[in-house]
């Protein structure tokens, strides 16, 4: 098993993922992440619509993304919101404000960065066992630790 570890410099933010479980789908999803912040970083140097425009479609041709939903928050106000593309390729249906997208992995994420953010706080313990935190587990679960949970290998332990 490989573990990678990104780190980002501030705040101190760590992000797990176990590269045998990385999906082509989970990766596609991570680039629309990765291209909404993109675009969020260019909004607030450019406050046009037709800006913003160009750079999705771009963006989406570019990285061949069928369609997006895009949401732009400022001081907790929603200052855009814009669907580009195509939902669903089969049926040729749009993307609209009421479009379902499946996050599949990515959860992963932000399991990962919100436990080692309780970390740093010095609010949970990588080794401590998840009984610690979580009531009524079956006795076999108790010694699986936090850490073994976040790197995906607790089923290993099993004798």
Request: proline share 4%.
């Amino acid at each position: 098993m490989i573990k990678i570890i990104y780190k980002v410099p501030k705040p101190k933010i760590y992000f797990f993922s176990d590269v045998t479980n990385i999906t082509e789908s989970c990766l596609n999803s991570m680039r629309i992440y990765f291209l909404l912040l993109l675009i969020a970083l260019q909004l607030s140097a450019q406050h046009s619509k037709k800006n913003v425009d160009e750079i999705i479609h771009r963006e989406m041709k570019e990285r061949k993304i069928p369609g997006l939903q895009l949401a732009v928050v400022q001081n907790g106000k929603i200052i855009l919101s814009q669907s580009y593309g195509i939902a669903n390729l089969h049926y040729n249906i749009p993307v609209s404000n009421s479009s379902i997208f499946p996050i599949n992995s990515n959860t992963k994420v932000f399991t990962g960065v919100a436990v080692m953010q309780l970390v740093e706080q010095n609010k949970i313990r990588l080794d401590d066992s998840i009984g610690k935190y979580l009531d009524d587990l079956p006795a076999e679960w108790q010694k699986i630790t936090v850490d073994q949970l976040l790197t995906h290998i607790s089923d290993y332990l099993k004798s």
